[in-house]
């Protein structure tokens, strides 16, 4: 509950709603809570620790997942509206959660449509002896994100109320790099017609 505590205080010390900025979607990165690792915390207990860390934050709420067999918590936590969720590095998540149980919840998700694995993909390339690729070698192409985006579309149809790259782009190697894939997946999702 400590460390709800402190994500529930981050979490309401960044929204913003002045003049010009206005703070519409908090996310909560899965490891900041650390539910990977609590295989000796009963349910209950950390379902009640996602509902703390996010009491009082007024913006759409969203749980990005690195595994989505943790689904179920913050499927059952008060609020919690979108849990987010790698689709490109790991497809096999589709199986891991269905338009149905999101409807049960009235919960969304938002669906990773771009791999932000830059170490698989810097070993990928370096194996074919890329050692300095370019940001074109490391960003998916614009037809494999659309692809994936149409797929999750057809999957989760109206519960499916964002899409963008799987995780974060800090650790790219340019920012050059990292807006490629932000570029990329907006004119891919633009094209898909949604």
């Not at 908090?26 to 860390?53: H, K, Q, T, W």
């Not at 890329?130 to 940001?135: D, E, G, R, V, Y």
């Amino acid at each position: 509950m400590n460390l709800a505590e402190s994500v529930r205080a981050f979490l309401r010390n960044s929204v913003l709603n002045k003049q010009h900025i206005r703070t519409e979607v908090v996310s909560i990165d899965e490891p900041s809570l650390g539910l990977v690792d609590l295989l000796n915390i009963e349910a209950e207990g950390i379902i009640r620790a996602l509902e703390r860390s996010v009491s009082g934050v007024a913006p759409t709420v969203q749980v990005h997942l690195h595994a989505l067999k943790a689904a179920e918590y913050p499927l059952q936590a008060e609020g919690i509206d979108v849990i987010t969720a790698e689709f490109a590095s790991s497809p096999e998540n589709m199986e891991l959660i269905s338009k149905q149980e999101l409807e049960a919840h009235d919960r969304f998700i938002r669906g990773g449509v771009a791999s932000t694995s830059i170490d698989r993909k810097l070993g990928e390339l370096a194996q074919q002896g890329i050692k300095n690729p370019a940001p074109e070698q490391l960003a998916d192409s614009e037809q494999s994100i659309s692809k994936l985006y149409l797929k999750l579309r057809e999957r989760f149809g109206d519960r499916m109320s964002f899409a963008g790259p799987d995780c974060g782009l800090g650790s790219w190697p340019s920012q050059e790099a990292a807006k490629l894939v932000l570029s990329r997946c907006v004119r891919a999702i633009r094209s898909s017609g949604s």
